[in-house]
């Protein structure tokens, strides 16, 4: 019966193994480190890939698809990569070199080491589903945890979001609302409740909010959006917003101000049963006046308040918003940037309009002619 | 007949309907059929030859100003949607 030393021995007549330099120049090789995941967390090779030896055999082919091309594997010291060449080698792969020495020597002959960016053991469970997702994984959840979305209100729109943001790991998250909670926002908006009926509502949602996820750093902006404090509050470096606000004028002002500091906004809007959202971003797609350059006359215009709303409208509309902002921040999917989702809840149906960028937009056209903020309130009641 | 989809907000003047027929081989005999059928509602979203300038016109998905405007090809299967902004977020 063969021992690991005969077996080890036998194998690596069997197989290429090649020294830091000879790896070195071999044309567009794919370069798999074969150790433990605490091991590659420490420091690994320049451009590797990690495919524990345990995994080879699955996930080899995602890494290295063409059987023909160049691979250098390599563990710590030498002897799982020649096994791991080995497999390779049954696996059809004609050109599977293990690295003699492998990590400790490379380290050891002072190369180059790179030590990965990696989640806590606590990130890594508590955001595990998101991990076992190959779009987003843990490249995609640090950029989760390293970004700074801005809520615009925190009401019906606002309380889905901020809550399905903060439980994805978003970083920081800011909320300008100048309201106090009340017994009527119950009906809808779950990021309050009893115990903090007449709070602010900012401070409301920052309780909900680090009750559910404590890594959120959650930045608060008791005041009314106008154009007097816009720049000063986008000034604190927004990645995206997301726009729950219930009136016309702050749309409108929330969307210059988006043009202007280049920033992207996932819209979202209901009335009774039916909801629109849209991805306005700067340079790719129209913004909020390409698409409405005026708003309706007052008496068109009701709001929540004075048409009603079904409690969990603005759940649906908040939460497909926080999937754009999700999608827009790890950079995956394809983004409503250009099409307007209209959903009516009672019949259950969601259909979709195109929308272009306006070449004659006053504010993000070729030409525009409003370059500073208006008066929105005068605006919106022409 | 094509399809004309209300807005909410309009509701009322189109008898509380979601939905309502009309006729027109283009947007502009569309909305004038429109007026003669739900005068209320013609009236609200087209007058004098011309578009509330807050109301969006789209003809199975594409905005009108986008194409020809109110000479923009209205078929029988047509579904046509006419769309005011909406600011609640409440």
Known sequence: ????????????????????????????????????????????????????????????????PDRSQEIVVYCAGGNRSAFAAKTLQELGYEHAHSLVGGFTDWKRNGLEVVVPRTLSPERRTRYSRHLLIPEIGEAGQLKLLDSKILLIGAGGLGSPASLYLAAAGIGTLGIVDADIVDETNLQRQIAHSLDTLGAPKVDSAKRAINALNPDVNVVTYRERLTSENIDRILDDGWDLIVDGADNFPTRYLVN???????????????YRFEGQVTVFKPKEGPCYRCLFPEPPPPELAPSCAEGGVLGVLPGIVGTLQTNEAIKLVAGIGESLVGRLLLLDALAIDFSEVRIERNPDCPVCGDHPTITSYIDYVEFCAR | MSVVRVPPVLRAEAGGAREVEAQGANVRELLEDLSIRHPALGSRVYGEGELQSFVNVYVDGED???RNGLDTEVRESSTVILLPAMAGGC
Do not use: C, N
């Open chain 2, 64 to 66: 009108v100003r986008t």
């Open chain 1, 1 to 64: 019966m063969a021992t690991y030393r005969d077996l080890l021995a036998q194998t690596k007549d069997e197989i290429s193994e090649v020294d830091a330099a000879q790896a070195g120049a071999l044309a567009g090789a794919v370069w798999v480190d074969v150790r433990e995941l605490d091991e590659w967390q420490e420091g690994h090779l320049p451009g590797a890939v990690h495919v524990p030896r345990g995994f080879l055999e699955s996930r080899i082919e995602q890494v290295a």
């Open chain 1, 256 to 270: 210059d101000a988006s043009v202007w500091h280049d920033i992207p906004v996932v819209h979202g809007s209901i």
